[in-house]
């Protein structure tokens, strides 16, 4: 069922192309940056980087195709730029916290990852001088 309406003006989505299109290259210079300290910055990360950004753009691509056949895609695109600009900024913390665990650093287990005091921990975590 095709859709019909109004199409973005020329202007408009230009500038959404281009500016989202820069932010994808600052996120993959930002992933070096952020991966650089626990796995290295070589001619394999980087690859690995920009591979991993290339497949990100492909499926998008598709997916957002198959959508805007079935939706109109100018109701579609507010929330994936939010929903882009959301996992954008979990990335650091979610980074952070794999590297230290990688590297074996990774603080004490508990369910505020944050670090917020809480009481959801057993209480043979709490009494162990391992988890305090």
Request: glycine letters at 10%; one cysteine or more; a positive charge.
């Amino acid at each position: 069922m095709p859709v019909t309406g109004r199409a973005l003006p020329n202007g408009l989505a230009a500038f959404l192309v281009f500016f989202s299109s820069g932010a994808v290259l600052v996120l993959e210079t930002v992933a070096l940056r952020l991966v650089g300290p626990y796995v290295g910055v070589t001619l394999q990360v980087t690859s690995s980087v920009i591979g991993i950004a290339l497949a990100a753009i492909a499926y998008g691509a598709w997916s957002g195709g198959w959508l805007a056949d079935r939706r109109d895609p100018r109701g579609l695109l507010a929330p994936a730029l939010v929903l882009a600009g959301i996992a954008t900024a979990v990335t650091l913390p979610v980074v952070r916290y794999a590297g230290e665990v990688l590297r074996g650093g990774a603080p004490a287990p508990s369910c505020c990852w944050w670090r917020w005091p809480c009481s959801c921990r057993p209480r043979c975590w709490r009494r162990s001088p391992r988890w305090s």
